[in-house]
């Protein structure tokens, strides 16, 4: 079982930046690829990151590449989320998940363990 908690949402100006976390329970973090999602109000839920077990593959949405860094400390089973030149769009809830297994899946359905969300609103 994992349990996972996210924090850093807040409220930021366009332009600006804000760094996500997400702590993950259990003892197996490293072999679970980890992702950040993002629900917008009366949008659908979609992909924006995720990072392989070991860190070294890392997957980004077309909409935050060259913007969104993810990353993750597996000795802190902690996932990270900097997000910089935030726009208005970005206005989100996002929530971390976790996938088993060694290659990033991205699809909703394929995760495992979902966090509760952190919202982050971009004003502009």
């Known amino acids: 079982q994992v349990q996972l908690v996210e924090s850093g949402g807040g409220l930021v100006q366009a332009g600006g930046s804000l760094r996500l976390s997400c702590a993950a329970s259990g003892r197996t973090f490293s072999r679970y690829c980890m992702n950040w999602f993002r629900q917008a109000p009366g949008k659908e839920r979609e992909f924006v990151a995720g990072?392989?077990?070991?860190?070294?593959?890392?997957y980004y949405a077309d909409s935050v590449k060259g913007r969104f860094t993810i990353s993750r400390d597996n000795a802190q089973k902690t996932v990270y989320l900097q997000m910089n030149s935030l726009k208005s769009e970005d206005t989100a809830v996002y929530y971390c998940?976790?996938?088993?297994?060694?290659?990033?899946?991205?699809?909703?359905?394929?995760?495992?363990?979902w966090g509760k969300g952190t919202l982050v609103t971009v004003s502009s």
């Open positions: 998940a976790a996938d088993w297994g060694g290659t990033v899946i991205i699809s909703i359905d394929a995760m495992d363990y």
């Open positions: 990072i392989s077990g070991s860190g070294g593959s890392l």
